[in-house]
């Protein structure tokens, strides 16, 4: 009897012991990713070029060409989209970036270009080699 609860505690013990360097990066829902506080990057103008991320899915070469107008939104701390610009997309860079100029607005980086229901992240210049 002695013999099983000892084998009980060192099994219960190697269990803790593996397991608890798990939850060092358990991380609480929702992580905090989408409302970063401002970092005071740069604000991109009328006539800058802004560069756009995206997954390079067929479904974004399919819907975005050159020449398309896309609305840009961002997402504020309560959560509600509001627009605010408008670029024109110039090129594709690459597999997963697209090139743009800004016709309308202030857009800032980790704002959302969308056309149809197709997605692009905007990112700063710096963070393209094109």
């Known amino acids: 009897m002695k013999k099983k609860i000892a084998i009980i505690l060192i099994a219960i013990l190697l269990f803790t012991s593996v397991s608890a360097p798990l939850t060092v990066f358990a991380v609480s829902y929702p992580p905090p990713l989408y409302h970063r ?31 398309d107008i896309l609305t840009v939104y961002r997402i504020n701390p309560s959560c509600e989209v509001n627009p605010v610009g408008i670029i024109k997309v110039l090129s594709y860079i690459g597999e997963n970036y697209v090139k ?20 692009c992240l905007v990112i700063s210049a710096g963070m393209c080699n094109p």
């Open 37 to 67: 506080q401002d970092r005071g990057e740069t604000v991109m103008k009328v006539g800058q070029i802004v560069y756009l991320f995206h997954s390079g899915t067929g479904d974004v070469k399919k819907t975005i060409h050159a020449n």
């Open 100 to 119: 743009a100029e800004v016709l309308v607005g202030e857009i800032r980086p980790d704002d959302i270009a969308k056309k149809g229901n197709v997605s």
